[in-house]
């Protein structure tokens, strides 16, 4: 049975979109879903299931959506996945912390940097469903205006390492 990592859009970020990860999980199980473990207070879920990733995808956003009034979004990924993403990270001089993947619901256009202001030296790369964005300042300070990230949700190359970690001792046992 595959493993799943399903990454949350705008979950326990500032105080909006509040959701215990116990409540997070106890939805994954109520949906069927296997070997649920949460990551961090900020919306990641690792699972298994039989279903495909957009079925997954579709069935976790629609009940979280009943639970939190409206659908946050929900990006799934496969270990594997997320182990290209993390071979294929750009910037190798940035600090992990500083790196951050946004996960989009569907490829990005081959345009959709074209838009990016980047008042404090960020830089960006297309990679299929992700955006890297590199922040030397840190992104909390950032000025980065990049319309094509709205619809996603990011995590620093950290958490996605430990996603990635997380996915692999789920698929051992």
Known sequence: MPVYI??????????????PMAEL????ESLGFTDVKTYIQSG?????????????EEKLDEALGKKMGKRPGVMVRSRKELDSIIAHAPF?????????????PETAPKDALDKMMAPDGEEAKLAGREIYVHYPIGSGRSKLKLPALK??????????RKLAGLAAELEDR
Do not use: M, Q
């Open 44 to 56: 990641n879920v690792l699972f298994r299931s039989d279903d495909a990733e957009k079925v997954v």
């Open 151 to 160: 619809a996603g949700t990011s995590r620093n190359l950290n958490t996605v």
């Open 92 to 104: 190798p001089e940035a600090k992990p912390n500083f790196l951050l993947v946004y996960f989009l």
């Open 25 to 28: 999980k106890a939805i994954c």
């Open 6 to 19: 399903a990454l949350l859009r705008a979950v326990n970020v500032g105080g909006t979109g509040s959701l």
